[in-house]
């Protein structure tokens, strides 16, 4: 199985990291950077980073429209952070580029100025124990709509959805030791 991190901006050597972490025979982890090098992986991870500017990078590259095909054709694609966003229908209060692969709205920046970052415990639905959510000037779902279900939460917040074969996480699961939910995705 070839599964291809998204490489245009963002911490996705971290997700390198962890999908090798994961240790599962015949694995091969890339990174992708063009339409190109993501015909040639069956699942895709979009990692943390900016969404603004990615999202630029994405329409020139021609990425977007491959994403868009991808997850058209059934491909399992992960987002975390920046990458739900970019998965996102809808961002609230702005007219920014979004691929539009779930039925969700998103608030960037959700947790306020004077909480960038921070970390906490996450339940998240079909793991046994909760996870360590590493929130990082985060995102919160503050629109689900069938088919997306609600695959995290956090106080009240949605943090995670999963919509079928896409996933998108507030957190940033990579910056753990933690692999269940990268073992998770890549059992989709
Ligand atoms: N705040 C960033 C954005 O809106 C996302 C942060 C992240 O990916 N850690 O693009």
């Not at 608030?107 to 959510?133: C, I, Y």
């Amino acid at each position: 199985m070839r599964v291809g991190v998204i490489a245009i901006q963002g911490d996705f050597e971290k997700h390198v990291k962890a999908l090798r972490a994961c240790a599962i025979d015949g694995l091969e982890v890339v990174e992708a950077r063009t339409p190109q090098d993501l015909a040639s992986v069956e699942r895709a991870i979009i990692p943390g980073g900016e969404s603004t500017t990615v999202g630029l990078l994405m329409q020139r590259y021609g990425m977007a429209d491959a994403l868009k095909s991808a997850a058209a054709d059934g491909m399992p694609i992960w987002g975390t952070c920046m990458g739900m966003i970019m998965m996102a229908d809808a961002i609230e209060g702005r007219d920014q580029f979004s691929l539009g692969l779930l039925r969700i709205q998103v608030k960037r920046n959700a947790f306020g100025a004077q909480v960038h970052s921070f970390e906490d415990t996450v339940e998240v639905a079909g793991l046994d124990e909760a996870v360590l959510g590493v929130f990082i000037r985060a995102p919160v779902i503050s629109k689900i709509q069938a088919p997306a279900e609600i695959l995290a939460t956090y106080r009240g917040h949605i943090v995670g959805v999963r919509q079928g074969n896409l996933l998108g996480t507030s957190f940033h699961p990579e910056l753990t030791d933690d692999t269940r939910l990268h073992q998770f995705f890549l059992k989709l």
